[in-house]
């Protein structure tokens, strides 16, 4: 995949009986976009929540994929797929990001979409949770909220409240750059591509207009300065 999709085709997901936070689907596409994988791969969408990500990988990128989840059930995500007739190549899994069910070396690429920050936090959780299912010279593709600029002064008060006061949540949010300092260089991996994602405003105007009530939260954060600060980071990274 290496032209843009047209997502009116997922318009349907658009609501808030399938999104989970800001638009997967507009974050996805852009990521295969700039970094198509190959046809026929084996690829771990890691936090695949309702499943459309996984949809859409196996529909666009041609892909058979293990659609990993620990808040949404696997049978829930298995009846999706069989309505969507995709069931022959996305297969649900019930698992915690902390122990995987996987053989090592597995898969051609795992994807993260807006994921990746609730397990992983520094290169040693990394190397332990994502990189030992990738095959050599297999790549991990990551969309990760993040910031534009440190949070300084009423900026920093203001996201403090608006993740409700807890500290994890708060860290999680970081700078492409700092994602960089965290990750680094590694013998075992290097990091192919990093850059701010294009489609940041039109995915979380989707969330907004959801239906979803935290969407209607997060909107009034944004009116009060949020959007200045926030962003989401794009990483590719490819094992060694």
């Known amino acids: 995949m290496n032209k843009k999709v047209n997502l009116e085709n997922y318009q349907e997901f658009f609501n808030k009986e399938y999104l989970m936070g800001p638009n997967s689907l507009r974050l996805l596409e852009e990521m295969l976009r700039k970094y198509p994988l190959t046809a026929g791969s084996r690829v771990m969408d890691l936090g695949c929540g309702r499943g459309i990500t996984s949809l859409f990988l196996t529909k666009e990128a041609g892909v058979t994929v293990f659609a990993t989840d620990l808040w949404i059930s696997a049978t829930e995500n298995a009846r999706s797929f069989e309505a969507w007739g995709v069931s022959d190549m996305v297969i649900p899994v019930h698992a915690d990001a902390n122990d995987l069910p996987y053989a090592e070396e ?32 297999g790549v991990a593709v990551i969309a990760i909220p993040g910031l534009k600029k440190e949070l300084t002064g009423k900026a920093a008060e203001a996201f403090m409240e608006w993740v409700g006061g807890d500290q994890k949540d708060y860290d999680s949010f970081k700078t492409r750059q700092q994602w960089l300092g965290i990750l680094g260089r590694d013998e075992g991996y290097e990091v192919v591509m990093d850059f701010d994602l294009d489609c940041f405003e039109e995915a979380w105007e989707d969330w907004f207009q959801s239906g979803h009530e935290y969407g209607s939260k997060d909107k009034e954060f944004f009116a009060r300065g949020m959007d200045e600060y926030l962003s989401f980071v794009g990483l590719v990274i490819r094992r060694k």
């Open 106 to 137: 597995y898969f051609d690429a795992v994807v993260s979409i807006d994921a990746f920050h609730y397990f992983v936090t520094c290169k040693e959780e990394f190397k332990k949770m994502v990189l030992p299912y990738l095959k050599k010279g």
